[in-house]
């Protein structure tokens, strides 16, 4: 029997995963959970014989309506050659800690993991529907998002993609892997805000009932490549499964034994699938979730209030500089219900601040300054030889925080959600100060050879290439930029 999806702020609200899918959000602005949160059916003994193709392929049918066929389809189109190895996801030993390395894709982040396959589930969705319209996928971004989104849809027949990214919020790696994205149907824009002006823009275009008769009466229909949809957040469970089982077969624990992650985040979606895959009876201790210096959910865990009302801070990890984490209204409908979640939500929006019962008591925060992350960064790579990029090591810092509260000795898994090479001139001056006035780019060089890992292919020669983007505007300009784009 297929999964019914329901809204975080209205259980009447119901779609099946297709629907839910091409919606993106729920038509009053919630977000789509599951009714019920499926079982893993194989055992972790069955389950570690598996390639990473073919767990993705027992995780997501408990979740999609797709036939068996269509979805192992959509698996083999996602992931295939544009991972630089075969088994997609490494999971390597290094010091005290394993690391889920999620970066071998083609823009060298996690986002990969789930936006190579989420045009895949689109197109199948929309072809199950009997969708005639274009589909428009609007896309905020931190960093990582709208490179892997742009990656995704780039030439995809039936969609276009636009995505708005903080113009001076992201690195120069970042930029210009997006600025310079070829395809007739993508469009990029920098904004004059931060990565949360843009995610409350394109959310309201969601809820814009004006616009959307607007846009339909053209034959377009909106959707969402972040984790707001469901369809993104889904395919990253599959990893935490896959970290679990590498564990035992490395021999650092044994079937059936409890395991750590420690998730470095700022949307919570990351963690949030670690949370389902546990919910499906994957045996994990504890979920630590790392902050930076935009530190409100290290702040929630801790005190069960959830405040925005704060400085926000530009940092060296740019992918977590977030102080509206979407994906936690989730947990907090999971924890306790729909109308909890909407007087929480509807708090939020009206005062920028709402207090909740934290029942979930497998997950804490803890965060990393920047002293500290840089202080990770070199320590580590001293004592190792493993260059580490600044949103690991806010994860990496925050772990060793954790376990000296705790006294937690379970092995650990951190969550690596992207390469150094993105973030190449903070890594290289955490290093060492004398590379701190350096060229991202020709920094490219030195970090090859101290890190012993060749400059990744899609991005040699980036800052050579033409770019194609230029459009820049200010927050409360979203709609028309979108609007300027379509009609």
Not at 37 to 66: H, N
Not at 212 to 224: I, N, T
Not at 364 to 372: H, P, V
Not at 445 to 469: F, M, N
Request: proline share 3%.
């Amino acid at each position: 029997m297929a999964l019914t999806y329901i809204g975080t702020r209205d259980k009447n609200i119901q779609a099946t995963a297709s629907e839910a899918i091409l919606r993106g959000i729920c038509p009053d602005g919630g977000l789509y959970i599951p009714m019920e949160i499926p079982k893993m059916e194989k055992s972790l003994e069955e389950l570690g014989k598996l390639s990473y193709q073919e767990l993705a392929y027992e995780v997501l049918r408990l979740y999609l309506d797709f036939t068996e066929d269509e979805l192992k389809a959509c698996i083999a189109g996602a992931y295939d050659e544009k991972f630089d190895t075969a088994e997609i996801v490494p999971v390597v030993k290094k010091g005290d800690a394993l690391f889920l390395e999620l970066f071998h894709g083609r823009t060298l982040a996690f986002k990969d993991m789930a936006l190579s396959i989420l045009p895949y589930l689109m197109k199948t969705a929309a072809k199950r529907q009997g969708l005639k319209e274009e589909i428009v996928i609007l896309t905020a971004t931190s960093g990582d998002t709208g490179k892997a989104a742009l990656e995704g849809f780039a030439g995809v027949d039936g969609t276009r993609i636009m995505v708005f990214f903080p113009e001076d919020g992201v690195s120069p790696v970042q930029k210009l892997q997006m600025t310079t994205q070829e395809g007739d149907n993508t469009c990029v824009v920098g904004i004059k805000g931060n990565f949360d002006d843009a995610q409350s823009a394109v959310k309201s275009i969601f809820t814009d009932k004006e616009l959307e008769k607007e846009l339909a009466a053209k034959g377009f229909r909106f959707s969402s490549a972040n984790s707001i949809n469901i369809g993104r957040l889904v395919p990253q469970i599959v990893y935490y499964f896959w970290a679990y089982l590498k564990a035992v077969e490395m021999g650092e624990i044994h079937g059936g034994e409890e395991i750590d992650f420690t998730v470095p985040t700022g949307n919570f979606g990351d963690i949030l699938a670690g949370w389902y895959a546990m919910k499906m009876g994957l045996p994990v201790g504890h979920f630590v979730c790392a902050s930076n210096d935009n530190k409100v959910l290290y702040d929630f865990f801790r005190t069960g209030k959830y405040d925005r009302n704060r400085e926000f801070h530009v940092t060296v990890s740019p992918s977590m500089d977030i102080l509206i984490s979407s994906n936690l209204e989730r947990l907090l409908c999971h924890m306790g219900g729909q109308d909890a979640a909407k007087a929480e939500m509807e708090s939020l929006q009206k005062n920028g601040v709402y207090t909740a019962e934290i029942t979930e008591k497998k997950i804490s925060g803890e965060f990393a300054t920047e002293a500290e992350t840089f202080g990770a960064i070199r320590n580590f790579y001293e004592e190792t030889g493993y260059v580490m990029d600044t949103h690991t090591a806010v994860a990496y810092a925050a772990y060793q925080k954790y376990k000296k509260e705790s006294g937690d000795n379970r092995p650990m898994v951190i969550v690596s959600t992207a390469s150094p090479y993105k973030f190449t001139k903070d890594v290289m001056a955490a290093l060492d100060e004398k590379y701190a006035k350096g060229d991202a780019f020709a920094l490219m060089a030195e970090l090859e050879k101290i890190s012993s890992v060749k400059v990744p292919k899609p991005i040699q020669g980036l800052e050579k290439r033409e770019i194609h983007h230029k459009n820049v505007c200010e927050k409360g300009e979203i709609k028309d930029m979108v609007k300027g784009w379509l009609l």
